[in-house]
Structures are given as C-alpha cells and as structure tokens.
C-alpha cells in the first residue's frame, strides 16, 4: 500500500499573510481525506513560520530547495541541515525550473549530490524528473527519464521507501494547462518504477511518485486512479484553499492504493 501524497509547491508567490489564511482553510478543510497525507511547500524564507501555523497538523512541510553543501562560503544558499531544523520533512530537489532556468542550470551531478545531503540531513527528497516537449516529440521521453533517475539516484542507498519520492513533471505540461493524459502518466510512471527497480532495489514498489503539470480539480481524478500513480505535485492550484482541497478530495476518492 502507497498512501498517497499530495505536495502543494507554492514556488514564489503569496505573502505571510496569504500564507497563513491558505494553510488554516487547508487544516478546516482536511479532515475527511486522512487516507491522504498533505504537504506544502513554501519559499524558504517562510519554512519557519509555517511550520508553527501547521504545528498538531497532519500537514507536512516541504522545502522547494537546499544546497549541497553542508557549510561554509556559499552566500545566499540554504543547507539541508538547515532546512530539517525549520521541521521540514521534504525538499523539492531538481525541479525543472532549477534544471532549465537562466541563472540555475541544475545539471544532474548536482541534483545528485542534493538528494544525498537532504537523504543525510534526514530529510525526503522529492525528486522531479520529466522531459520537455521537444524530447517527447523526438521520442526521446523513456531514455530521457531513466538517465535522470539513474544519475539523480547514483550511489543512493535507500533505507526504507519513507525516504524518497519521486515526481514525474513533464516539462510541457507544467504551467501550461496541457496536462498529461491519464495513460501518458501512468507510461511515464511505470518505467520510472520499474528503473527505480533497477537502482534501489525491491524497495521500490513502495516508494511513492507523485504526477506533475497542471494538474486541478477537474483532471485529478483520472490521473490518480492510474496504478502507479500515487498522488500529486501541485503547482498553480495549491495556491488555492479551494482548488487544493479538492485535488485532495479527488485523490481520496480515485487512489488505485
Ligand atoms: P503546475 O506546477 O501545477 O502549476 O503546473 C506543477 C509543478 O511545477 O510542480
């Protein structure tokens, strides 16, 4: 049995103010999907002060990032050791807007070397993985995704499933409303399973690997019915008491489980 999940990841929006309304109307609103576990994940700067918003919760706290090293001359950045002392039990890690954005440019090494220090600092990584539209169209997806799987997960030892998820984001359907059909998803779902397989071993038929890109309420129940699908990275609509609510909903109604 894979509980399902469902991460909100606000990226860089709403104010404290925002914040604290979303995360209370999400707390009023949860209780009858408990079969879902919920985890939000605002900009770092807000980790603190949303984790005692969500303290005696079943929410759960994600960071949407962390960097790699675990200390010294790296102005600006955040180290997951510092990220787990806010409460925090995910990171975001390789999100494609960190892999093809100006100024970021993660390369996979890198994204390795974070899924290793979250893993180290006790910390879950989610990790995304997805390709973009011109890949897909090249045929490409399949191979794109198992060398991003394997390179992300290189040398990993995975204690128990708990410790990692996996978010398959395909870059097109991201911000865009084009979301992947429920069979694209489930596809691209099985093959991660069955590479995570091939890294981690049997474990990997409990490690969960939650769907991304646009998805909302209208599309999330056909999209979590799919076997291995088991939850959602939310984007747009987790900004939303609403919206997210209701992928929630959804997702406890149509979880294959
Ligand atoms: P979206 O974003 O739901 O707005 O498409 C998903 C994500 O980037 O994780």
Same mark, same amino acid.
């Given at each position: 049995?894979?509980?399902?999940?469902?991460?909100?990841?606000?990226?860089?929006?709403?104010?404290?103010?925002?914040?604290?309304?979303?995360?209370?109307?999400?707390?009023?609103?949860?209780?009858?999907?408990?079969?879902?576990?919920?985890?939000?994940?605002?900009?770092?700067?807000?980790?603190?002060?949303?984790?005692? $918003?969500?303290?005696? #919760? %079943?929410? *759960? !706290?994600?960071?949407?990032?962390?960097?790699?090293? =675990?200390? &010294?001359?790296?102005?600006?950045?955040?180290?997951?050791?510092?990220?787990?002392?806010?409460?925090?039990?995910?990171?975001?890690?390789?999100?494609?807007?960190?892999?093809?954005?100006?100024?970021?440019?993660?390369?996979?090494?890198?994204?390795?070397?974070?899924?290793?220090?979250?893993?180290?600092?006790?910390?879950?990584?989610?990790?995304?993985?997805?390709?973009?539209?011109?890949?897909?169209?090249?045929?490409?997806?399949?191979?794109?995704?198992?060398?991003?799987?394997?390179?992300?997960?290189?040398? $990993?030892?995975?204690? #128990? %499933?708990? *410790? !990692?998820?996996?978010?398959?984001?395909?870059?097109? =359907?991201? &911000?865009?409303?084009?979301?992947?059909?429920?069979?694209?998803?489930?596809?691209?779902?099985?093959?991660?399973?069955?590479?995570?397989?091939?890294?981690?071993?049997?474990?990997?038929?409990?490690?969960?690997?939650?769907?991304?890109?646009?998805?909302?309420?209208?599309?999330?129940?056909?999209?979590?019915?799919?076997?291995?699908?088991?939850?959602?990275?939310?984007?747009?609509?987790?900004?939303?008491?609403?919206?997210?609510?209701?992928?929630?909903?959804?997702?406890?109604?149509?979880?294959?489980?």
């Amino acid at each position: 049995m894979r509980r399902p999940l469902i991460a909100g990841n606000w990226k860089m929006n709403l104010n404290l103010a925002q914040m604290r309304a979303l995360v209370a109307g999400i707390r009023a609103g949860c209780d009858p999907f408990g079969s879902v576990e919920i985890a939000v994940c605002p900009p770092t700067v807000y980790l603190f002060p949303i984790a005692e $918003v969500i303290a005696d #919760s %079943p929410i *759960r !706290l994600g960071a949407q990032d962390l960097y790699y090293e =675990a200390q &010294g001359a790296f102005t600006g950045e955040v180290s997951a050791a510092m990220v787990a002392e806010t409460g925090a039990r995910y990171a975001i890690i390789g999100h494609s807007e960190r892999r093809h954005t100006i100024g970021h440019h993660e390369d996979d090494r890198m994204i390795n070397l974070k899924v290793k220090a979250a893993l180290a600092a006790g910390l879950t990584p989610i990790l995304c993985v997805g390709e973009t539209l011109e890949e897909r169209e090249a045929g490409q997806a399949a191979e794109v995704l198992t060398f991003q799987i394997s390179a992300a997960l290189s040398g $990993v030892k995975l204690a #128990s %499933p708990e *410790r !990692l998820v996996v978010a398959y984001e395909p870059v097109w =359907a991201i &911000g865009t409303g084009h979301n992947a059909t429920p069979e694209q998803a489930q596809q691209a779902h099985a093959h991660l399973r069955s590479r995570l397989h091939a890294g981690v071993g049997k474990v990997a038929e409990e490690v969960r690997i939650l769907y991304g890109g646009s998805v909302k309420p209208d599309n999330a129940g056909p999209i979590m019915t799919q076997r291995d699908v088991d939850g959602g990275l939310i984007g747009g609509a987790s900004l939303k008491v609403d919206s997210f609510l209701a992928i929630i909903q959804a997702t406890a109604e149509n979880a294959a489980g």
